[in-house]
């Protein structure tokens, strides 16, 4: 008789827990979701689809060009990499 009262609370708690987190995983996918996004929005700076940050990208007119940063000088290739060896199919 115990063995079967023990069996029965553990069906009992496994099948709770799983009414339980049928029952809460929205709200918890949705709060992974949402600190999710804060962390992207901390590391990138800006949510680009929020219309109060679009505002304050268009002070410059629309079409202007700026440059950050120069680009670093690339060293040339040497023209001296090897010799083209001509092969020639053999039927």
């Given at each position: 008789m115990v063995f079967l009262k023990t069996l029965l609370i553990i069906l009992l708690v496994?099948?709770?827990?799983k009414i339980l987190f049928r029952l809460?995983?929205?709200?918890?996918?949705?709060?992974?979701?949402?600190?999710a996004g804060q962390r992207f929005e901390?590391?990138?700076?800006?949510?680009?689809y929020d219309p109060n940050t679009q505002k304050r990208?268009?002070?410059?007119?629309?079409?202007?060009?700026?440059?950050?940063?120069?680009?670093?000088?690339?060293?040339?290739?040497k023209s001296d990499v090897g010799e083209y060896v001509d092969y020639e199919e053999i039927d």
């Open positions: 496994y099948y709770g827990l809460l995983k929205p709200y918890l996918m949705k709060y992974i979701a949402k600190k901390q590391t990138f700076g800006h949510n680009p990208k268009s002070k410059d007119k629309e079409g202007s060009v700026s440059i950050d940063q120069m680009p670093t000088k690339k060293k040339g290739s």
